[in-house]
């Protein structure tokens, strides 16, 4: 399994400019969420989703999208690019119900994708 | 969901227990206790979990006080690999998915 995977690594976007982060996971979870990590920071809670069609605000949800119209993708998607929307962004996912490994408490996390929005 | 409160940095040498402490006074019957890390800019690992007893798998120890306000992760044996940010985090079973991280401690493991 490739676990959780996240392009691009590295993105530079002018003020103002949209892009779609994509997320993809191939252990079947059920459960993916994003967060972004600005330095010397936690990570906070952007969006998640509990399946696919069902997505819910995190605790920073300004100025993000997010649809899930698959079990293995959610991609990210940033309206209108705003300097303090650099950060790293982090995708995560668990849960299967269909493995046979309720680790419903246990999320994988992506590589991250480092933004920079000048 | 609880907050939790870390020393923001500890050091340990290489070869003894690393011992992480966490206050989580306001934490509630149906909240469990996470350890996470991130190791420099990866993606956070699961460590490990709990809810009163004390608990263990291949990678550390975690005991939670008798009164749930506090808990200590223990990785008994620290390498070098060890050095990371430990994020402890309270959250229900069913908000797993949506962990709400603070700052962590950040651990350096000494040769």
């Known amino acids: 399994n490739a676990g959780v995977t996240q392009t691009p690594k590295f993105q530079v976007l002018k003020t103002g400019q949209s892009m779609t982060l994509q997320c993809a996971q191939d252990m079947n979870h059920e459960y993916m969420s994003w967060y972004r990590q600005d330095p010397g920071m936690g990570l906070r809670l952007i969006h998640y989703s509990v399946g696919a069609g069902i997505t819910d605000q995190g605790e920073v949800p300004n100025g993000y999208n997010v649809s899930r119209s698959t079990t293995e993708d959610f991609p990210l998607r940033l309206l209108s690019a705003a300097p303090s929307q650099t950060s790293v962004y982090f995708c995560a996912s668990s849960y299967s119900s269909t493995s046979g490994k309720l680790r419903l408490y246990e999320q994988y996390f992506g590589p991250g994708t480092r933004l920079t929005v000048t | 969901d609880a907050k939790t409160t870390q020393p923001p940095s500890m050091d340990c040498a290489e070869g003894r227990a690393a011992n992480l402490p966490c206050n989580h006074s306001t934490i509630s019957g149906n909240e469990y206790v996470y350890w996470y890390r991130q190791i420099h800019s990866q993606g956070p690992q699961y460590i490990i979990h709990?809810?009163?007893n004390n608990e263990t798998n291949e990678m550390a120890s975690l005991i939670i006080t008798e009164d749930r306000k506090s808990s200590t992760l223990i990785l008994p044996h620290a390498t070098l690999r060890d050095t990371a940010v430990y994020y402890c985090i309270v959250s229900r079973i069913q908000g797993a998915q949506k962990l709400v991280f603070g700052q962590g401690t950040r651990l350096t493991i000494n040769p």
């Open positions: 709990g809810l009163k």
